[in-house]
């Protein structure tokens, strides 16, 4: 599992709904200490005896929310390539405004997924990591406009326009018609999108929309679908 933003609750009903079990999880692999996506980490830490994998800086940041959790637990993780099981996965550094932020992609055999959810810009390495995926889950926050002549106030814009910030609707449009030129990509879930300064409709036509400028007539090639905040989405299986 990667990250846990949401309630214990929540999550076990959650995986509930595709036959899974929270007792059954080995690993949990943290992405970065915003409340957003460790808020249910320490009840459920406690309650479940699953390994934690972060950066140090990860660690630290999250303080007292582990109280109570054996450091045994613990496996402390830097950018670069180790197994799991049968899995292989590599742990990539995005540009967001934590103390350290992962992108991850987990590949069994032929099949590769890769998560990256909170990024404020794309480089090469960002664009090498998930090139040879299958599915990718993707930041994908803002419409420019939107953002621009939305109720956010001036410094918060700036923060998201940023490249410590998150995605647009156009900069993940450019990633994917680079990845659909380069990889095997069959599926994106749009992940993060902002209820103030997106929709998911603007979303998909403005990505569509870069894509067919380069030629990629992107609904013929890939299944899109925009991660839900309050319910489950599609189930895939790889």
């Given amino acids: 599992m990667v990250d846990v933003g949401r309630s214990m609750r929540y999550i076990r009903d959650a995986l509930q709904q595709i036959d899974e079990d929270l007792g059954d999880i080995q690993t949990v692999f943290i992405s970065h200490e915003h409340t957003d996506h460790v808020s249910g980490l320490g009840p459920l830490a406690r309650r479940y005896g699953f390994m934690l994998a972060m950066h140090k800086a990860t660690y630290e940041a999250i303080?007292?929310?582990?109280?109570?959790?054996?450091?045994?637990?613990?496996?402390?993780?830097?950018?670069?390539?180790?197994?799991?099981?049968?899995?292989?996965?590599?742990?990539?550094?995005?540009?967001?405004?934590?103390?350290?932020?992962?992108?991850?992609?987990?590949?069994?055999?032929?099949s590769k997924l890769g998560i990256a959810t909170d990024l404020g810009y794309v480089d090469n390495a960002v664009r090498k990591n998930l090139e040879a995926c299958e599915l990718i889950s993707i930041d994908c926050n803002y419409d420019d406009d939107m953002l621009e002549n939305g109720p956010y106030p001036r410094v918060i814009k700036e923060r998201i326009f940023s490249k410590k910030g998150h995605l647009s609707n156009q900069n993940v449009g450019d990633l994917l018609t680079t990845?659909?030129?380069?990889?095997?990509?069959?599926?994106?879930?749009?992940?993060?999108?902002?209820?103030?300064?997106?929709?998911?409709?603007?979303?998909?036509?403005?990505?569509?929309?870069?894509?067919?400028?380069?030629?990629?007539?992107?609904?013929?090639?890939?299944?899109?679908?925009?991660?839900?905040?309050?319910?489950?989405?599609?189930?895939?299986?790889?």
């Fill in 63 to 110: 303080g007292d929310q582990l109280d109570g959790v054996s450091k045994d637990r613990i496996c402390l993780i830097d950018a670069g390539s180790f197994h799991l099981d049968d899995f292989e996965i590599e742990a990539f550094t995005l540009s967001h405004d934590a103390e350290n932020t992962f992108g991850f992609t987990f590949s069994n055999g032929p």
């Fill in 179 to 238: 990845l659909q030129n380069n990889g095997q990509l069959r599926s994106v879930l749009l992940a993060h999108m902002s209820a103030e300064n997106n929709h998911p409709a603007l979303a998909l036509s403005t990505i569509k929309d870069v894509m067919h400028q380069s030629g990629i007539f992107a609904e013929k090639a890939i299944k899109f679908e925009v991660a839900k905040r309050n319910s489950i989405s599609d189930l895939h299986v790889l």
